[in-house]
Structure formats: structure tokens, C-alpha cells
T-cell receptor, first 111, second 114 residues
Framework: QKEVEQNSGPLSVPEGAIASLNCTYS??????FFWYRQYSGKSPELIMS????GDKEDGRFTAQLNKASQYVSLLIRDSQPSDSATYLC???????????FGAGTRLAVHP | GAGVSQSPRYKVAKRGQDVALRCDPI?????LFWYQQALGQGPEFLTY????????KSGLPSDRFFAERPEGSVSTLKIQRTQQEDSAVYLC????????????FGDGTRLSIL
């Protein structure tokens, strides 16, 4: 059974701080890794994709991947109250298209 | 349209009724996926189409669940003889096709079985 693990939170950070969200996965042959943001009652929204070891930056977001440790993380710089949402980590299973999701980490950014 | 479109947004049915959920993917997207999301959980894979071919249906929870995409565009997820445990949000996603492409989700259908 392929698994993706995330801390459920809530992760509470003050406005302007860096939020760090972590995810581990069990499938060693996974090739693609995604972070989705999901506001309450809304659908998942893709915010980052990463395919190779290292860091990938896009605006205030940085995704980090370490395949040896089977670990992927998302950093959100200068956190805003509008970043408050559940962040879902998703990993493709067996290198194919099927995505396995974690249960999500709830982030709360307080003014 | 610009994004994945799902209908209806909300569906209430009595236990034992059949329901049909529709998904219209992003234009040009070859791959289409159905997921089920329970409250407080991440989406769980149900089935996957590439064009009209259903390549993976390993996530369908029972033979009461059936999905089709006859012309390689719009897809329908049908649930027969609904049970209370079928209550969930059903999400459709599409992607360009090929391995490792990002999937883009529709707003989902919230299904409630009474």
C-alpha cells in the first residue's frame, strides 16, 4: 500500500513568517510530486510541481525534494492570512499518472 | 471553458437510487481522472481515462461504480444503488496526457445519500 504522510496540523504561523510544510512518501519509484492548496469547501488548486532533487522556487513558494530520503516539503515565505488553507501533498504512484494524496496539513496564518 | 467543469455541484439522493455525475475536462486534455474525497481526507483515486480508454479502474470501491468517456471528452461517473457510505465529494481532474503531467481539478460534486 503506497502511502503519503503529512502532519495534519493545524500549523499556526504569524503573518510575515515562513511556513514549512512537510511530506514523506513510501513509493521509491515515484517521479512527480505536487503541492495543492485547498480552501474549505473548494477544490484542490495546483500550486507547485517538482520532479528532480533540490529546490524549485515560484514567487513566495519553494518546493524541496529529496528522493533519497523520500521527502518533499513546501516553504511559504511572507505568509499571509489568505494562505490559510489545507495543503495537500500528492505523489504519482509507480511513476504513472495515478496520484496518491496525503491527508493534508491545515495552515493558519494569523495577523 | 477555461477549467474543468463538473455538474451537478450538489446532489442529494435517497439510499438505493442511481446517480450520474458529469465532468467536462479542460479542452485538449487527453487524460481524465476521478477521485473521491471524504471529509478531512485527501482525494482518493477512483479511475483514469486516456482519451476514451479506461486504463485504470483499480480505485473503484465496488461494482456499483461505473465510469465512461465514450468520445474521449466528457466523462460520467455513475453510482448504482447508492449507499450512505458513498456520501463524499467526487472530484474530476484532467491533464495534458503522458506521465507526470500536473492534474487540474474541477469544483467537485458533493454527494449526500440519505
Amino acid at each position: 500500500q503506497k502511502e503519503v504522510e503529512q502532519n495534519s496540523g493545524p500549523l499556526s504561523v504569524p503573518e510575515g513568517a515562513i511556513a514549512s510544510l512537510n511530506c514523506t512518501y513510501s513509493d521509491r519509484v515515484s517521479q512527480s510530486f505536487f503541492w495543492y492548496r485547498q480552501y474549505s469547501g473548494k477544490s484542490p488548486e495546483l500550486i507547485m510541481s517538482i520532479y528532480s532533487n533540490g529546490d524549485k522556487e515560484d514567487g513566495r513558494f519553494t518546493a524541496q525534494l529529496n528522493k533519497a530520503s523520500q521527502y518533499v516539503s513546501l516553504l511559504i515565505r511572507d505568509s499571509q492570512p489568505s494562505d490559510s488553507a489545507t495543503y495537500l501533498c500528492a505523489v504519482n504512484e509507480g511513476g504513472y499518472n495515478k496520484l496518491i494524496f496525503g491527508a493534508g496539513t491545515r495552515l493558519a496564518v494569523h495577523p | 471553458g477555461a477549467g474543468v467543469s463538473q455538474s451537478p455541484r450538489y446532489k442529494v439522493a435517497k439510499r438505493g437510487q442511481d446517480v450520474a455525475l458529469r465532468c467536462d475536462p479542460i479542452s485538449g486534455h487527453v487524460s481524465l481522472f476521478w477521485y473521491q474525497q471524504a471529509l478531512g481526507q485527501g482525494p482518493e483515486f477512483l479511475t483514469y481515462f486516456q482519451n476514451e480508454a479506461q486504463l485504470d479502474k483499480s480505485g473503484l470501491p465496488s461494482d456499483r461504480f461505473f465510469a465512461e468517456r465514450p468520445e474521449g471528452s466528457v466523462s460520467t461517473l455513475k453510482i448504482q444503488r447508492t449507499q450512505q457510505e458513498d456520501s463524499a465529494v467526487y472530484l474530476c481532474a484532467s491533464s495534458l496526457g503522458g506521465n507526470n503531467q500536473p492534474q487540474h481539478f474541477g469544483d467537485g460534486t458533493r454527494l449526500s445519500i440519505l
